[in-house]
């Protein structure tokens, strides 16, 4: 996701799905603002709000065309009523590890559970936040987002948990 395809996520969806039916998994990576090319140019950057909308139609649509889906670096505020779909909520929640090498300063990483998370921290409305504990909060804060993008959120943890556990399915 960044800041030139951000407004019209669900677009892209409309055509993989129309164009392309057999790809039936997508993840959605929120642009990474500390890898090099993104830094250097600072106006490929999304702000949170300009792809939530987006990105919840986009979603709406995939789960609607019977596709599976996975987001990176978005905060659970700004997914709403796809917080189950989030891969660091997942892999806490899940407990699992994988290992990562970084081609920079971050070297190899271990992640597992709330371990590993670089580069996330929380704003102080996190601390009310009712999924404070499955959320891994806001990559790059302080430099690229701000924590005042953030707000609490006041929904069923055990509900999500239950979704990425696989329980009450049909």
Known sequence: INKYNANHLDKIVEWL??????????????????????????????????????????????EKNGCTFRVERVPLCYMSDFQHCSTETRKMIKQEERSIYFLDEKGYVTQKGRRGFLGYSKAECCKVCSLNEICAGLYAAGKYYAF???????????????????????
């Open 17 to 62: 799905v129309q164009d392309y039916p057999f790809i039936q998994h997508f993840i959605w990576n929120n642009l990474d603002p500390l890898m090099n090319r993104a830094s250097k140019n600072p106006d490929t950057i999304p702000r949170l709000n300009d792809f939530e909308l987006e990105l919840h139609k986009a979603m709406s649509l995939l």
């Open 148 to 170: 005042a993008e953030l707000y609490p959120l006041f929904i069923s943890r055990e509900d999500i948990i239950n979704k990425v556990n696989g329980y009450g399915k049909d």
